[in-house]
C-alpha cells in the first residue's frame, strides 16, 4: 500500500509540475471550450461531428499525444529530477513502483477522455430527436472505454521506449502517428497491431464510419472481445518487458543512476 501512494504522489508531481502544468491545463480546457461553445449555438448539430471528434480529433491525435506524453516520462523525469539513484538501491521494487506512477496517470486519461467524449457529444447531438443524455449514455461510456483503452496501450507503449530509449516521447510519436497508417496497407495480422484498429472496432458507431475510419475498420472484421484483448494484451507485454528491463539496468554500464 506504501508503494501506491508513493507512486500516486509521483504521478501527480509528474502531471501537475511546473514543466507540464499548463500543458495539462491547456488539455482539459480544449474539451471545456468545446462544450462552451456548443451550449452558445443555436444551430443544430449533427452525429457525424461527434464521430468524427470522438474517432479523429480524440482517437487518432488528442488521446495518443497525452498518453505518450504522459508515459514516456515515467522514467525520464526521474533521471533528469536526478532522483533515480533512490530506485536503483531497491532492484525487487523500482520497475513495479515506476508501474505503479504509469498506472496513476491512468485516472487523469479517463477524466479527459470522458471530458472529450462529453464534449463531442454536446457539440454534435443537439438535434431534438437524439433522445437526450440518458438515452445515449451507453454511448458515451462505451467510447470513454474504447479511447482509455486505446490511451493505456499507448502510455505502456512510452514506459517501454523510456526505458530502452532516450527520446521517448519522439519515438513514441513516430510510431502513434506514422505506423497507424501502415496497417491499412498491410495483411490481416499486421492490421490487428494497429492500436486505432482496436478502438474502432470498440466504439459505439463503428458501423457508422466513413473515410479513413471507414477503410480502416471494413479491411478486418474485430469482434469487442478481441480488441479488447488485443489491446491489453500490447500494454501488458510492453509493461511486463519495461519492468523486467528495470531490474537489469544497474548492470549496464550506461546505467544513469551511476553517472549521477
Known amino acids: ?123 454534435g447531438y443537439r438535434t431534438p430527436d437524439t433522445g437526450g443524455l440518458g438515452a445515449n449514455l451507453l454511448i458515451i461510456v462505451w467510447d470513454v472505454r474504447a479511447l482509455l483503452l486505446a490511451g493505456i496501450t499507448w502510455s505502456c507503449v512510452a514506459f517501454l521506449l523510456s526505458v530502452c530509449t532516450k527520446r521517448p516521447l519522439t519515438y513514441g510519436l513516430l510510431l502513434a502517428y506514422l505506423w497507424e497508417l501502415i496497417p491499412q496497407y498491410g495483411p490481416g495480422f499486421v492490421r490487428r497491431l494497429s492500436v486505432t484498429q482496436q478502438m474502432l472496432a470498440l466504439a459505439t458507431h463503428k458501423q457508422e464510419q466513413s473515410g479513413l475510419a471507414s477503410k480502416l475498420i471494413d479491411q478486418v472484421q474485430i469482434s469487442e472481445l478481441e480488441a479488447v484483448f488485443s489491446l491489453l494484451g500490447i500494454a501488458g507485454l510492453c509493461a511486463v518487458t519495461a519492468i523486467l528491463l528495470l531490474n537489469q539496468r544497474e548492470f549496464l554500464s550506461d546505467d544513469p543512476a551511476r553517472s549521477q
Not at 539513484?85 to 515506476?98: C, E, F, H, Q, S
Open 1 to 123: 500500500m506504501n508503494q501506491i501512494v508513493a507512486a500516486w504522489k509521483l504521478s501527480l508531481y509528474q502531471i501537475w509540475n511546473r514543466k507540464r502544468r499548463w500543458v495539462t491545463l491547456l488539455l482539459y480546457l480544449f474539451p471545456v471550450l468545446i462544450i462552451a461553445v456548443a451550449l452558445g449555438v443555436r444551430d443544430e448539430g449533427t452525429p457525424d461531428f461527434y464521430q468524427n471528434f470522438v474517432t479523429v480529433t480524440l482517437g487518432a491525435v488528442l488521446i495518443p499525444f497525452v498518453a505518450i506524453y504522459w508515459g514516456s516520462g515515467v522514467l525520464s523525469d526521474e533521471i533528469e529530477g536526478k532522483t533515480l539513484v533512490y530506485l536503483w538501491t531497491r532492484p525487487a521494487d523500482r520497475g513495479i513502483l515506476l508501474f505503479w506512477k504509469l498506472a496513476g496517470s491512468w485516472p487523469w486519461l479517463a477524466l479527459l477522455c470522458l471530458a472529450g467524449v462529453l464534449a463531442g457529444y454536446f457539440y
